[in-house]
C-alpha cells in the first residue's frame, strides 16, 4: 500500500495505489497493483520549516 503525509493542498494526490482490479484487496495480495509517487515542490518542506519557527516551542 502507498500513502501520502500531505500537509499542504497541493501534496494531496501525490502517492498511491494503482490497480485495473474492480477487488483492491484481492489485486494487492496478489500484487496487481502499480504504486506511484513524486517528491513535494521544494517549496512545501520550507514553509513547514518557517511555520514551525513562527509558532515557536511546543509547551
Known amino acids: 500500500m502507498a500513502g501520502s503525509d500531505a500537509h499542504f ?13 474492480d477487488n483492491i484487496k484481492e489485486a494487492i495480495l ?7 509517487g513524486k517528491r513535494s515542490n ?6 513547514t520549516k518557517l511555520l514551525k519557527i513562527w509558532r515557536g516551542p511546543k509547551i
Open 9 to 21: 493542498e497541493n501534496e494531496i494526490g501525490n502517492a498511491g495505489v494503482e490497480t485495473d482490479s
Open 30 to 36: 496478489s500484487g496487481d497493483v502499480t504504486v506511484f
Open 42 to 47: 521544494i517549496i512545501n518542506p520550507v514553509t
